[in-house]
């Protein structure tokens, strides 16, 4: 149940491009730098929502995914179980894609 109710909270704060980076991170098992992750995903979405992304920076938007240990930050950044879980979960609660930022 706990592990449930972490995924919620999860799922209930998650941007479109932190799952978007989660999702390629699962089918990258080697992972991504982070100038890459900056690029392809947070850059990305900025400049789609520039005004959500203003007071939001980069670092930040990494760490939310670190805070719920989806994410592993070294020379490059990987999914952890923990993310691996969190996107099985979605498709047995059958959630939708997220479509904004």
Known sequence: M???????????AIWASQLLLLQT?????????????????????AAGFPLWYVSYPFDHWLGFLRSFWSVQVGARITITDDGREYLVWRVRQQKPMKLIA
């Open 25 to 45: 991170l699962n089918s990258t098992p080697s992972g991504l730098t982070q100038d890459q992750v900056k690029a392809q995903f947070y850059d990305k979405a």
């Open 2 to 12: 706990a592990i449930s109710a972490t995924f919620e909270r999860l799922e209930g």
